[in-house]
């Protein structure tokens, strides 16, 4: 017994698992040119205006040359860092870390 598929079958089996691997990924990675990925801008104004931030999920912080930068860094790795001073972090002594509400 022989089973022969049409173009037109075939065309639409390689849709369906297109789609199952768009919905549940492939290897731990989706495809993200499929899905729409989130356009992150890549490009600030030349103002220097030093912010330290807080990643809320990792409790990480990290000196940003300016709340634009920060926001492109949330964007391209999917951070969640917010500014708790408008300094680089290392000017932050560790009595006044614990003294803000975070």
Do not use: W
């Not at 990925?37 to 030093?50: E, F, T």
């Not at 990792?58 to 300094?87: H, P, W």
């Amino acid at each position: 017994m022989s089973v022969a598929c049409t173009l037109g079958e075939r065309i639409f089996l390689v849709c369906v698992f297109l789609a199952i691997g768009v919905e549940f990924g492939v290897d731990g990675h989706s495809f993200m040119f499929l899905k729409g990925a989130k356009k992150c801008h890549d490009v600030c104004p030349m103002r220097y205006q030093v912010v330290c931030a807080l990643d809320v999920l990792d409790g990480c912080l990290r000196t940003f040359a300016s709340t634009c930068v920060m926001r492109m860094y949330n964007c391209k790795y999917q951070k969640d860092y917010r500014i708790i001073a408008e300094r680089a972090c290392q000017l932050i002594s560790d009595d006044e870390l614990d003294r803000m509400t975070i």
